[in-house]
Nanobody
Framework: HVQLVESGGGSVQAGGSLRLSCARA????????TGWFRQTPGKEREGVAS???????TYADSVKGRFTISKDNAKNTLYLQMSSLKPEDTAMYYC?????????????????WGQGTQVTVS
């Protein structure tokens, strides 16, 4: 089965940058959607960015122009480059895979989740 492992979180000052990585293990395929979500205590998990099987990307309005999602199929790794970080970006970030070619912003539509990596912006 597919497993996802995030890395790259940490603490950064406002205006700084971080790059999150999500390594896929197990049966691999580029023919599905992968995305990044985030969650803060007491709030619902929200979609941040996604990339579908043909490379079409979507972003939440709150991160457009600041975050970039990408994937390296040869390395079975998904990335989230985050720039111009704001305190409101502080959250636990999760990568997820949806075993369909197209993406959605609904967490319930995703089939596999990583354990999360904490991002703190001060």
């Amino acid at each position: 089965h597919v497993q996802l492992v995030e890395s790259g979180g940490g603490s950064v000052q406002a205006g700084g940058s971080l790059r999150l990585s999500c390594a896929r293990a197990g049966p691999t395929s580029s023919d599905y959607c992968t995305g990044w979500f985030r969650q803060t205590p007491g709030k619902e998990r929200e979609g941040v960015a996604s990339i579908d099987s043909v490379g079409i990307t979507t972003y939440a309005d709150s991160v457009k122009g600041r975050f970039t999602i990408s994937k390296d199929n040869a390395k079975n790794t998904l990335y989230l480059q985050m720039s111009s970080l704001k305190p409101e970006d502080t959250a636990m970030y999760y990568c997820a895979a949806r075993f369909y070619q197209s993406c959605t912003a609904k967490p319930d539509d995703y089939d596999v989740w990583g354990q999360g990596t904490q991002v703190t912006v001060s």
